[in-house]
């Protein structure tokens, strides 16, 4: 069992950067691929980025791709997502998701996948 809980949102002026963290439990965490999606209102959920279980690759929605980068530390158990260049349609609720796997990162998580384990989310706000 993994759980998942997301940190680091928050209102900015469009432009401007976040950081958000999401921090796992479980003694298994480096086997996992980790990635994040988000949820505007209205929307339905789509994938942002995914990085694969020991870190050697990751893979971005062309939407973030240039402006958001995903990493992640197997040694806190922790995975992030540095925002830059923000947009107002960046607004959404941030999730961090885990998958169980050890194929690459575009392999392991995209659009579809069906993930193992969710967090609660993260409220991201852009001002325009």
């Known amino acids: 069992q993994v759980q998942l809980v997301e940190s680091g949102g928050g209102l900015v002026q469009a432009g401007g950067s976040l950081r958000l963290s999401c921090a796992a439990s479980?003694?298994?965490?480096?086997?996992?691929?980790m990635g994040w999606f988000r949820q505007a209102p209205g929307k339905e959920r789509e994938f942002v980025a995914v990085i694969s279980w020991i870190g050697g690759s990751t893979y971005y929605a062309d939407s973030v791709k240039g402006r958001f980068t995903i990493s992640r530390d197997n040694a806190k158990n922790a995975v992030y997502l540095q925002m830059n260049s923000l947009k107002p349609e960046d607004t959404a609720v941030y999730y961090c998701?885990?998958?169980?796997?050890?194929?690459?990162?575009?392999?392991?998580?995209?659009?579809?996948?069906?993930?193992?384990?969710w967090g609660q989310g993260t409220q991201v706000t852009v001002s325009s």
């Open positions: 998701a885990a998958k169980q796997t050890r194929l690459t990162a575009a392999q392991a998580m995209g659009p579809h996948s069906l993930n193992d384990y």
């Open positions: 479980g003694r298994t965490f480096s086997s996992y691929a």
